[in-house]
């Protein structure tokens, strides 16, 4: 029994050591393996998915370039700085950024689709999205920044299933391969790491149930 005991204290210790060794891997290689850049092909549209608006300076270009005729924004939960508010700053909603931005690059409102309300996660605009573009085969052009493009590709994948999706990350925003030497970076990694993890484990966030079909 001791012997028995003894070798699974061994074993136990082994995996421990292997999962230390393996996380630190992945972690300290986290600037390559969460970057995803296709290559931009034709589409049935460009979708921003929320979070820095220079998302929407990229998805202006795509779609000058003629790559899909229509730009798809969400609505994201709308949390502002109130204190800032309270002093007169500046507190536009997320997708009123996105669409400014789109305006000033020259992208006609007509081409812009702003979807869902109140969405907390990837998870719910993907439900959304799948709402609103109903069954189908179509290609997506997925506009994000380069450290969410693996775990939103992940998520989208299944929900939107049978569209093709082309993760195509903006160049305007700085996501260094050598993340621990660029702050901006070192907390992009520290966040989408722990999102992942999170996904595997958890449930994502959400304002509402479930949607169901």
Known sequence: MKRFLALALQALGALTLI???????LVLTAGFWLRMDDAPKPAEA??????????AIHAAD?????????????????EPPQALCDLGFDCPRQEDQMLRVLELKGVPLTAVRVYG??????VEE?????????????????????????????????ILRGRELIMTPTPYE?????????????AAVVSEVAKFVFS??????????????
Request: aromatic share 8%.
């Open 62 to 78: 795509l779609y000058h370039q003629g790559l899909a005729p229509v730009i798809y924004i969400s609505r994201p939960r709308y």
């Open 200 to 213: 595997f484990l958890g449930t994502p966030f959400r304002s509402r149930p479930a949607l169901t079909n």
């Open 126 to 158: 993907g439900e959304q999205l799948q709402r609103e573009l109903g069954q189908g085969t179509g290609r997506l052009l997925i506009v994000t920044s380069a450290y969410h493009c693996r775990r939103a590709k992940l998520i989208l994948s299944g």
């Open 46 to 55: 460009i979708v921003i998915l929320a979070g820095d608006a220079r998302r």
């Open 174 to 186: 700085r996501f260094d391969t050598k993340w621990w030497a660029h702050q901006g970076s070192s």
């Open 117 to 122: 309300q109140d969405l907390m996660s990837t």
């Open 19 to 25: 999962g230390l060794v393996a996380g630190t891997v």
